[in-house]
Nanobody, 129 residues
Framework: QVQLVESGGGLVQPGGSLRLSCAASGFALDYYNIGWFRQAPGKEREGVSCISRSDGSTYYRDSVKGQFTISRDNAKNTVYLQMNSLKPEDTAVYYC??????????????????????WGPGTEVTVSS
């Protein structure tokens, strides 16, 4: 079955860390640019971080720079989002998406409702004490 599946979400206290995983099955992630997006309750979906297929270049939205790190392990067919120093405003459902590399990672992250090749169902992150 061809799909993307996110995992690693959960409840964490402010200041804590989580590592989200985006695992592909049925296709090779290394052919695609990969993006992480999030949607907080009552808010629009937004691009968080994206990573290119080719040279590993990355893009981060300003609010997560220095806090989140995106990486990919093509051997494991997985992309990760390491999230540190989490804040209540990071609470959201986090989605990953795979985009055939016809645009830059910055452009990908600017399209939170993009018609990308694959989307995962999301994983919920709650930051609360």
């Amino acid at each position: 079955q061809v799909q993307l599946v996110e995992s690693g979400g959960g409840l964490v206290q402010p200041g804590g860390s989580l590592r989200l995983s985006c695992a592909a099955s049925g296709f090779a992630l290394d052919y695609y640019n990969i993006g992480w997006f999030r949607q907080a309750p009552g808010k629009e979906r937004e691009g968080v971080s994206c990573i290119s297929r080719s040279d590993g270049s990355t893009y981060y939205r300003d609010s997560v720079k220095g806090q989140f790190t995106i990486s990919r392990d093509n051997a494991k067919n997985t992309v990760y989002l390491q999230m540190n120093s989490l804040k209540p405003e990071d609470t959201a459902v986090y989605y990953c998406a795979a985009d055939f590399p016809t645009r830059t990672v910055q452009a990908m992250c600017a399209m939170p409702r993009g018609e990308f090749t694959y989307w995962g169902p999301g994983t919920e992150v709650t930051v609360s004490s």
